[in-house]
């Protein structure tokens, strides 16, 4: 007998089966208990992107814990990088200057010796490396200069404090490493320099890349039977001293396998060296006159100086390709302190601390264009930082902003691509979300995240913010993100 209220009953049940998102929130505190994880550990906010005309339409599809506030990890970056692209503009560079004074360049181009100091003024230039350094002394050198008789010296005034602290805690157990550089106006190459370690039976034998001819690198290592994959070199201490006659020694002191070879690219000599030492292989390469290495000091520029040569980064569409699919800390650290720059001063017209003034200047940002500020930490802007917090609503509420700006596009294209590039290439390969989600990642010992757009079997896009702070967060956390990603790319 057929039962009109029964018929009724199953056409609803079916549409609301097939309204998207229904299956995912049913199913999200199951799934976040089967990953091992409490509720109160994780927050997610799904919702669509809004149409241009009529952003305030937009109301969230899932919403947990959206409004607790969280350790973002590197989904942070999102951040940083859209201030930066809304404020320094999508045609910002980083720059470098090569400064002298003009009588004495004038004269030099006659003798071929500069009696008073080069100068080298950082602008914060994420691209300044070895070879851009050459190429701005070939231009004092087509000058017809041969000699830097008073050296030169490196200007980092540009942002405030010149120079980090030194006595600063470590992040953590590897200082060294190229993602907690910690940025200067004159960070050459991130401070990176490649060594190389091999050992035989009885010896180890060192080299660099690029090689430095004014350096010794002694071993002092004494060679155990330990496996050679089990090296670490954040346990190797290092020491710098000058040689007697010409140029610097850095001794390695520490434990090495036998039968071994590591190479590895870190800050292994401090910034004022690594500048020294570049420097005086640069000039000697362009066959310029040099009785030892380049004398360098830290000092500032004169109004009067004359720019010999400049080295201006990649425009910063470009840039943020590098920092959100790769996760590149220095370079989101950089541009935070860019974005400091932009604070007002005080009466004093004295330059404030770059990165406190960053923090506010973000959060203005954020609050001028009434997107929520309430607890939000920006800290370094790169999310490698256990200080740092926001919330998924705030990441949200962010992402659906961006969408609608000119800049957007920029944003939207520096991110991740699941299971084709970035910190996303081997995540979600085999998935309904390969190559339809594009997502800023965020990883920390004890959490997780994913931010970003989400585009469905319908070519719809989704705001997906998912964040995971946990202990083993990492491990049970991305497979549950991963997974909430899928489910919403087969809305």
Known sequence: MFKPAVFILALMLSGCASQPGLQLRHDLQQQILAAGLQPDQVALVVLPV???????TARPLIQHNADILLQPASTLKLLTSAVALDQLGPLWRGE???????????????????????????KGDPDLDYAAVLTMLSELHNEGVRELRAGVILDRSWFSPSLPDPAAAAFDESPRARYNYIP??????????????????????????????????????????????????????????QRPDIGVELVLNGEFPRNCLHQEEAAWLS???LWQLSLSQAWRQLGGRLAGVVPVAQGQTPTDAVVVAQHFSRPLPQLLQQLNKNSDNGLARTLALQLGRLAPTDANQTQPDSAVAAEQYVRQWLAQRQLPTEGLMLDNGSGLSRLARISASQLAALLQYAWQQPWGLDLASSLPRAGVDGTLQNRMRTTTARDSARLKTGTLRNGTGLAGYVFDRQHRAWIFVGLVNAEQGVAKGRLLLDQWVEQVSQF
Not at 50 to 56: F, I, L, T, V
Not at 107 to 113: P, W
């Open 271 to 273: 910034r004022d060296l």
């Open 184 to 241: 200067d106006a004159l960070g050459l190459n991130q401070q990176m320099l490649q060594l190389q370690l091999r050992s035989d039976a009885t010896s180890v034998q060192l080299s660099s890349l690029p090689l430095l001819t004014d350096l010794t690198l002694i071993s002092e290592l004494q060679l155990t039977d330990a496996r050679c994959d089990q090296f670490n070199a954040d346990l190797l201490v290092l020491t710098e001293r």
């Open 96 to 122: 470098t200057e090569l400064l002298a004074d003009a009588a004495d360049l004038a004269e030099a181009r006659q003798t071929g010796i500069l009696t008073k100091p080069l100068y080298l003024k950082g």
């Open 50 to 56: 809004a149409p241009s005309d009529n952003p305030a």
